[in-house]
């Protein structure tokens, strides 16, 4: 279980983008919605260790991010919307140094990388790839191991068809396996049936609808409203 | 004083640091007494030289037997990944590694002609081997620290990695040591009776220049000035009492705390998120 605890976080001073944040995110996929910059790729960074709260913590299976930042950030994978690789990497260096810190070994990249069609790239820097690539390495660094904490931002984004099926299905994998999934995406139709939480934004403070229930049009359109901003 | 001195410490450096590292049963004891043999060791005197004997067997006595590492496999790992991030770091550098090479060695160079152009007393030669070795290890570490800021900004998803701030801090400061040792090595052929104090003094200021990649951006000089003012205080300090690096060697850990709280601090996507990508607006990198 991830656990926000009075989290504030702001990126320049006096203009806090998240305040007063309590939040358990359960077994399950949560959807967060909103319309665009209020805050839900915010919360995503935080919830992945990426951003530290200016004030409050984030606990997962009780270990603070910050404190316990190992521990807490064993089971944890995270996929950005912007793909912030270091440049000067090979998408194999990345690939080992994730296998490393992640105790597998690194044929499990490599494997990682073949399932998106990365391997005849293993060998480029980052900056000779394209983005679609780039979120490609990104996410092949995600499947690594078993993450039981999955923050993904966009994910479908700049995919092509048989990926996306790919991503969803593996998605539903895991959501079925019980892992905590939390996903931003405007594209809200391929996770109407998986969502079984949301949450949205509004002025910094989030409000979550623990239960999504009906029938799959209804949870379409609580989820529309949401993300329209309509609470 | 005499080199054969030095060279016997060595031999007692190695042994007490590994028992400094160990993880034995009673390591509150054992620990404390090894470092000052640690300390004692590089003296060159052979009173020091015999109570550091003395030290390290009073520490070996006391340690008691290997207590059975917990995390072994954790540092194992942490060090596999320390060698990643390396080769990395190594690859956005290039051939820029050699540059912080060179105002280190013009102060070592501006060393050794006061050193032939002067008649100075062997007393006199030894402080000014200090002041100039220590600031030429100051000068790298502040320019290698700048060059890692440059070419290797905040890497944002990295932090959602399981490695700590700690261990990232660390592996920048392991970097930029490694890469200063051909410097102490120069410092040891000027006067190898100089070197105790520039390499007492070295973990600090490998820290402080780790450090110092994590706030560079906040400052028009980057990374270089805070080192560079923070060094050169260190070798006047150093120069006019040597004993005054054990002081600075003691704020190692306060220093590799004090990192990594300012790497855990960053707020890395702060540009990403207040700019967004600008597509298609020219004037997006002039923004204030």
């Not at chain 1, 539903?172 to 405007?186: F, T």
């Not at chain 2, 702060?270 to 600008?278: G, I, N, T």
Request: glycine residues 6%; proline residues 6%.
């Amino acid at each position: 279980m991830i656990r926000f605890q009075n989290v504030s976080f702001s990126y320049e001073k006096d203009a806090p983008v998240l305040f007063g944040i309590d939040l358990e995110f359960q077994p399950g996929l949560t959807m967060l919605l909103g319309p665009n910059g209020c805050g839900k790729s915010t919360l995503l960074k935080l919830a992945s260790g990426v951003e530290k709260p200016d004030t409050g913590r984030i606990t997962i299976d009780g270990h603070d991010l910050w404190q316990d930042e190992v521990e807490a950030r064993q089971s944890l994978a995270y996929v950005p919307e912007q793909p912030d690789l270091t440049p000067y990497a090979t998408i194999r260096e990345i690939l080992n140094l994730v296998c490393r810190l992640r105790n597998e070994s690194s044929e499990k990249g490599m494997d990682a990388l073949e399932f998106f069609g990365l391997r005849d790239l293993a060998s480029r820097t980052v900056r000779e790839l394209s983005l679609g690539q780039r979120r490609r390495a990104v996410f092949a660094a995600a499947l690594i191991g078993t993450p039981r904490y999955i923050l993904l931002d966009e994910p479908l984004e700049g995919m092509d068809r048989k990926i996306k099926d790919d991503i969803l299905s593996w998605i539903q994998r895991h959501v079925d396996a019980g892992a905590v999934v939390i996903l931003v995406s405007h594209t809200i139709e391929p996770f109407v049936d998986l969502t079984s939480q949301a949450i949205t934004i509004k002025d910094g403070s989030a409000f979550l609808y623990p239960k999504i229930a009906g029938n799959p049009e209804q949870k379409l359109a609580l989820l529309d409203n949401l993300a329209k901003g309509i609470i | 004083m005499s080199p054969i001195l030095y060279l016997l410490g060595l031999p007692i450096l190695g042994l007490s640091a590994g028992l400094c590292v160990l993880p034995v049963q009673r390591n509150l004891l054992a620990k404390p007494i090894s470092f000052a043999a640690c300390i004692l060791s590089t003296s060159g005197h052979w009173i020091f030289l015999t109570i550091a004997i003395v030290l390290l067997i009073i520490a070996d006595q006391s340690a008691g037997s290997l207590s059975p590492s917990r995390k072994s496999h954790v540092s194992q790992r942490s060090l596999s990944s320390s060698l990643s991030n390396a080769s990395i770091v190594f690859r956005a550098l290039r051939l820029r590694i050699l540059f912080p090479y060179l105002p280190a060695l013009f102060v070592l160079g501006l060393t050794s002609l006061f050193l032939a152009n002067n008649a100075l007393s062997p007393h006199q030669m030894f402080r000014a081997v200090i002041f100039g070795g220590t600031l030429s290890v100051a000068m790298f570490c502040a320019f290698i620290a700048n060059s890692l800021a440059v070419r290797r900004p905040p890497w944002p998803w990295a932090r959602s990695l399981p490695w700590s701030a700690k261990q990232r801090i660390t592996t920048d400061a392991l970097l930029i040591g490694l890469s200063a040792i051909p410097i102490l090595f120069l410092v040891m052929l000027i006067k190898i009776q100089a070197i105790w104090p520039v390499v007492v003094c070295f973990p600090p200021l490998v820290f402080f220049a780790s450090l110092t990649v994590r706030r560079a951006f906040e400052y028009q000089l980057g990374a270089v000035w805070q080192t560079l003012i923070v060094g050169t205080t260190a070798s006047v300090m150093i120069c006019l009492v040597p004993l005054i690096s054990v002081v600075f060697l003691a704020m190692t850990p306060l220093l590799m705390k004090y990192g990594a709280e300012q790497e855990k601090q960053q707020k890395v996507s702060r540009w990403l998120e207040m700019h967004h990508l600008a597509a298609g607006d020219s004037l997006s990198w002039s923004r204030q």
